[in-house]
Structure formats: C-alpha cells, structure tokens
Antibody
Framework: QITLKESGPTLVKPTQTLTLTCTLSGFSLNTVGVGVGWIRQPPGKALEWLAVIYWDDVTRYSPSLKSRVTISKGTSENQVVLTMTNMDPLDTGTYYC?????????????WGQGTPVTVSS | IQMTQSPATLSASVGDRVTLTCRASQSVDKWLAWYQQKPGKAPKLLIYKASTLESGVPLRFRGSGSGTEFALTISSLQPDDFATYYCQQYHTDVYTFGQGTKLEI
C-alpha cells in the first residue's frame, strides 16, 4: 500500500528557510520510473506544482520558484526533502507530496495528507 | 503553459449531468489529468491521459479532449461528487494546474 506523509514546521518567519520531509511507504524512489513531487495550496486557492524528483535523480522545478526551491532524496532511502529559501507570507499554505507512476510520469496518483505552513513574524 | 478552467463555480443537483472544461494555452496533446478535492483533503486522481479512468473511480466520470480543449463529464451527479475539480497538464517538464471548478449543490 503506497502512502506518503509530509512533516516539518508549521510556522516559519519571513526570510527563513523551510525544510519539509516526505516519508514514503509501500514503494521505493529507487524503483525505475518512480517520481515524487511537491505541490502547495494557499488557503482558498488553487494547487501549484513546485518540483519533482525521479528515481534517477532527475529534477524539475516550477520556473517561478526555481531560484528558491530544492528537491532532493533524503539521507534515508524512503525520504524526499523540499527546501524553500527566503520564505514570505505569500508562501503560506498546505504543502503536499505525491507519487508518480513508474514509467508514466507527470501526474500524481497518491498524495500525502498535506502539512500546513504559516509564514509570519 | 496556462490552464484555464470554466466555469469557476457550477451549481447543479443530484442526478444532473455536468461538464467541466479545461483549456490549455498551447497544445498538451493528451497529457492531461483531472483531480477531485474536498475541503481539508488531498486531491484525488480521477483521470489521466485525458480519458483514462483511474482504478476505482466510478464510471460516471468521463474525460475527453486533446490538444487544447478538454472536458470532464459526470453523467449523474451523486452527493459525494460535490467538490472542487482541477485539471493538470504534464506535456512539458513544467507541470501546471488550472484554477479549479467548484461544483456545488
């Protein structure tokens, strides 16, 4: 059974760096074709794709956030880490990690429950 | 690639047939997915590759279209279907979501 779970701080101050971890279960990011992405959603607004990392370490980023966002595999085999620098109140929202199907990348078939992040001093 | 969904809000009743539309600013071929999201919950994948139904999704959901024009049709609305629906293109290495259509009673 594939599950993902996001974890990290719920409150960060402006200009700080946010680090979120996605813990994977039921699959491995070492499996050929698999990917994990991050998507966020400001309160009451639409989904916004941030980044994705694939089994072979290929990464893709949203152009609007590329200078601030890094996605990487964690120190543990079953983790994916998102870092976002220079946080702003506009970055407030729920952050989701999600799984892409092997050999069928681009859309997300399993999602974590999401983790809320508030940016405020 | 910009994704534009219409309408922003759609009012309907149980049993109705409804169609939600999604337009891409340039061709995305068939590389489009649809998601359903309920308040406080993560999105749920309904359809991928424009018209392929994800396993376990009821047959009343149907996706169609290609290129720049896509539609999600729900043939007979059930109480559980009232939610917000998002389209997402994955034709390029930069994925984008639409702004969503809220389906309300």
């Amino acid at each position: 059974q594939i599950t993902l779970k996001e974890s990290g701080p719920t409150l960060v101050k402006p200009t700080q760096t946010l680090t979120l971890t996605c813990t994977l279960s039921g699959f491995s990011l070492n499996t050929v074709g698999v990917g994990v992405g991050w998507i966020r959603q400001p309160p009451g607004k639409a989904l916004e794709w941030l980044a994705v990392i694939y089994w072979d370490d290929v990464t893709r980023y949203s152009p609007s956030l590329k200078s601030r966002v890094t996605i990487s595999k964690g120190t543990s085999e079953n983790q994916v880490v998102l870092t976002m620098t220079n946080m702003d109140p506009l970055d407030t929202g729920t952050y989701y990690c999600a799984h892409t199907k092997p050999a069928d990348p681009g859309y997300f078939d399993y999602w974590g429950q999401g983790t809320p992040v508030t940016v405020s001093s | 690639i910009q994704m534009t969904q219409s309408p922003a809000t759609l009012s309907a009743s149980v049993g109705d047939r409804v169609t939600l539309t999604c337009r891409a600013s340039q061709s995305v071929d068939k590389w489009l997915a649809w998601y359903q999201q309920k308040p406080g919950k993560a999105p749920k994948l309904l359809i991928y590759k424009a018209s392929t139904l994800e396993s376990g999704v009821p047959l009343r959901f149907r996706g169609s279209g290609s290129g720049t024009e896509f539609a999600l049709t729900i043939s007979s609305l059930q109480p559980d279907d009232f939610a917000t629906y998002y389209c997402q293109q994955y034709h390029t290495d930069v994925y984008t979501f639409g702004q969503g259509t809220k389906l309300e009673i």
